[in-house]
Nanobody, 124 residues
Framework: QVHLVESGGGLVQAGDSLRLSCAYS??????MGWFRQAPGKERDFVAG????????KFADFVKGRFAISRDIFENTLYLQMNGLEPDDTAVYYC???????????????????WGQGTQVTVSS
């Protein structure tokens, strides 16, 4: 059974940093990503990564502030977020699929497995 469990969210001030984690089990995921959804808005792609870490993609709004990585030995996906802004406030979701898709897809329907999300709130 597949499990994706996010953690690391919280309430921070503008300019602060957070590192989100996604502990995964129950499968081999060659493509993984982070999405976010603010109240009343669609779920947006944030970042994606492939099995070999050579292919990473980021949404334009990241502007070099975020980094995605994974520890295949710990079965954990990370999203390091620096320079957080109030517009980054959202529920952040971890997503995965078994196949390697190069580059990592930006559309949510291209991912099969999802976590329950972790709330990130950035105050001004």
């Amino acid at each position: 059974q597949v499990h994706l469990v996010e953690s690391g969210g919280g309430l921070v001030q503008a300019g602060d940093s957070l590192r989100l984690s996604c502990a995964y089990s129950g499968g081999t995921f060659r493509t993984m990503g982070w999405f976010r959804q603010a109240p009343g808005k669609e779920r947006d792609f944030v970042a994606g990564i492939n099995w070999n870490d050579d292919n990473k993609k980021f949404a334009d709004f990241v502007k070099g502030r975020f980094a995605i990585s994974r520890d295949i030995f710990e079965n954990t996906l990370y999203l390091q977020m620096n320079g957080l802004e109030p517009d980054d406030t959202a529920v952040y979701y971890c997503a995965a699929r078994s196949e390697a898709v190069i580059p990592p897809p930006r559309r949510s329907y291209e991912y099969v497995y999802w976590g329950q999300g972790t709330q990130v709130t950035v105050s001004s």
